[in-house]
Nanobody, 121 residues
Framework: QVRLVESGGGLVQAGGSLRLSCSASGTIYIINTMGWYRQYPGKQREYVASTGNGGSSDVDDSVKGRFTISGDSAKNTVYLQMNNIKTACTAMYFC???????????????WGQGTPVTVSS
């Protein structure tokens, strides 16, 4: 199984910056994608950003220009740099990974426990 541990969440003022980190460990043969979703209270999780094994990256239009995703494949770690952060970004941020446990196994989604981000005005 893949274990994902997020860090870096907390309280930040609007307009400030925050960097989230997520590290994957456990039985991993290869990771195809790592990324982030966020969830507002009472709402479904929504996509934020992702990065692929080949270095590709994608950021949702709602945060494009303010959020940047990057990864360190050697460390199985993904980062979400959040700049000019807005109060509407207050949410729980979840890391996910799409990985294979061994050669030929199915691609499996794994999720972290989430890290809270609170933006004050």
């Amino acid at each position: 199984q893949v274990r994902l541990v997020e860090s870096g969440g907390g309280l930040v003022q609007a307009g400030g910056s925050l960097r989230l980190s997520c590290s994957a460990s456990g039985t991993i043969y290869i990771i195809n994608t790592m990324g982030w979703y966020r969830q507002y209270p009472g709402k479904q999780r929504e996509y934020v950003a992702s990065t692929g094994n080949g270095g590709s990256s994608d950021v949702d239009d709602s945060v494009k220009g303010r959020f940047t995703i990057s990864g360190d494949s050697a460390k199985n770690t993904v980062y979400l740099q959040m700049n000019n952060i807005k109060t509407a970004c207050t949410a729980m941020y979840f890391c996910y990974a799409v990985a294979r446990f061994r050669p030929g196994s199915n691609w499996t989604y794994s999720w972290g426990q989430g890290t809270p981000v609170t933006v004050s005005s």
